[in-house]
């Protein structure tokens, strides 16, 4: 069973004053398997964060539900660490307060010395040592960013939530943080859902890439599974010829197909753009990868189509 399964998922908003409802995304399904690494890729105000607060627990689906673990959620939880598109850090708390914050409603019974301590080393991963005692207002966004990347990897989620969270950062900074997301994750098996709008960040840390067509009605069209091994690192990326491919892929379906694919109705297909003359497996032909990625798909009636097939 999947660990997390979105089902059927749709945000609408109410006209206001006899004008149409806005129906922002709609029959949106996918699911994650434990441990796995999905982003989120889509075009601005197709949905994404909407999705992103659901799944925290933030936010109300007009339509659909979320099952984490088994478990229809119902509300924001310690089991979910959300970096959010805005920051959100307590203005009142320094940056060690607002990590300390978390770290103290995650593990209530630890004493004030440990929770500061455990604050303070995840600050350093981030590259906050020394910064502890600013507020939020006296942080560059890019620090902000940090303060709020550390504050979701000290509770140690069993899921880690992401909206753009290496946005506002420079190149070095964004590349140190990049991996040092993939080494904590790995090391605890958790389970990401990242939103990015970074086709070579895509490609380096994840399993799978959702597509979302462009709104209204925005829904994920299309699943792309990365083919590349997960030695994968920022210095060899390019040397892979898939890389290439996966990323004209992604680049494409943003740059012509997002738009018109809100048209097309039925489920995601599952692409693998990475494999030479776009090959994909199908359940009549069964190759190695080929159970995996139907059971990655995660996502009901998932057509498997090959490379370019827009149809
Ligand atoms: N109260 C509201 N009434 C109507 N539409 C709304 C309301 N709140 C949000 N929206 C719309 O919902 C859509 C989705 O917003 P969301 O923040 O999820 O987009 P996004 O994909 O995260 O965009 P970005 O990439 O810019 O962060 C937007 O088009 C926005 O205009
Ligand atoms: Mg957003």
Redesign the pocket.
Known sequence: MAFLKVEGLA?V?AGARGRPD?V??EDVNFSLERGEFVCLI????????????VLAGLETPSAGAVIVDGREISGPGLDRGVVF?NHALLPWLTVLGNVAFAVRARWPEWPAARVRARAKETLAKVGLAGAEHKRPAELSGGMKQRVGIARAFSIEPKMLLL??PFGALDALTRGALQDELLRMVQAARQTVFM?T?DVDEAILLADRILL?SS??RARIVEVVENTLPRSRTRADLHHDPQYYRIRNHLLDFLVSRARSAAATGGAPRLVRPGLEGGEVASASEPRERSPRAATNAGVRGATVVSLHSNA
Do not use: R
Not at 42 to 53: A, F, Q, Y
């Open positions: 945000k908003y806005t922002v995304f889509g075009h601005s105000g197709c949905g994404k964060t909407t999705i992103l607060n598109q909206d753009e939103i709008h979302m709104g209204p």
